[in-house]
């Protein structure tokens, strides 16, 4: 919920409504919307191959997949959309281990025909692996990871994704700190 409640923090002017949709697996969508702006957080998604029909505009280049959260932005003057795979392994091997993850969703998910704008491993700890949850690093590669646990992280988390929905470039962005109290 971490996710939802940092959007509609950052967010504050779209009303927000969850709907939950079954198809095959339990779907669960969070909307907020105002005016011509559409956030949505969806959990477990569903993403067909990309020779059947999309489900609510998703699509997988290979075989089917459902990415744990994708965060899409619909506008007149944007469509952005976010993809987080939810590990619960901090160990330096393992993360990076589950970094296929990260790059098979970057490279293989569309939304409305367009590629993730980025896709991050949420992971418990990332002192080992600091270069991966670093924005600019996300900005560069389109791939990362984001350090979740305490409320302060999910707080930048907040901001992180506003940033990258909003197309804000990295420089104007406000730096971040993780428990350890290293800038970002």
Same mark, same amino acid.
């Given at each position: 919920?971490?996710?939802?409640?940092? $959007?509609?923090?950052?967010?504050?002017?779209?009303?927000?409504?969850?709907?939950?949709?079954?198809?095959?697996?339990?779907?669960?969508?969070?909307?907020?919307?105002?005016?011509?702006?559409?956030?949505?957080?969806?959990?477990?998604?569903?993403?067909?191959?990309?020779?059947?029909?999309?489900?609510?505009?998703?699509?997988?280049?290979?075989?089917?997949?459902? #990415?744990?959260?994708?965060?899409?932005?619909?506008? #007149?003057?944007?469509?952005?959309?976010?993809?987080?795979?939810?590990?619960?392994?901090?160990?330096?091997?393992?993360? $990076?281990?589950?970094?296929?993850?990260?790059?098979?969703?970057?490279?293989?998910?569309?939304?409305?025909?367009?590629?993730?704008?980025?896709?991050?491993? $949420?992971? #418990?700890?990332?002192?080992?692996?600091?270069?991966?949850?670093?924005?600019?690093?996300?900005?560069?590669?389109?791939?990362?990871?984001?350090?979740?646990?305490?409320?302060?992280?999910?707080?930048?988390?907040?901001?992180?994704?506003?940033?990258?929905?909003?197309?804000?470039?990295?420089?104007?962005? #406000?730096?971040?700190?993780?428990?350890?109290?290293?800038?970002?």
């Amino acid at each position: 919920m971490t996710i939802v409640t940092q $959007l509609q923090r950052q967010f504050p002017e779209l009303v927000w409504r969850r709907e939950y949709r079954s198809v095959g697996a339990k779907e669960i969508v969070w909307r907020g919307r105002a005016a011509n702006v559409t956030v949505e957080a969806c959990y477990q998604v569903r993403c067909p191959a990309i020779d059947r029909t999309a489900h609510r505009g998703f699509q997988s280049l290979s075989r089917e997949r459902y #990415p744990d959260i994708v965060v899409t932005l619909d506008s #007149p003057s944007a469509k952005r959309f976010v993809v987080f795979d939810a590990k619960y392994r901090s160990a330096r091997a393992s993360v $990076l281990d589950a970094m296929e993850s990260a790059h098979l969703y970057h490279d293989s998910l569309r939304w409305k025909g367009i590629k993730p704008d980025v896709s991050l491993l $949420l992971i #418990p700890r990332a002192d080992k692996v600091r270069a991966l949850v670093s924005p600019t690093y996300h900005a560069d590669y389109g791939v990362g990871a984001w350090q979740i646990g305490a409320e302060s992280e999910g707080e930048a988390l907040g901001i992180e994704l506003k940033r990258i929905l909003s197309a804000i470039p990295i420089a104007a962005a #406000p730096a971040r700190t993780i428990a350890t109290g290293t800038a970002r």
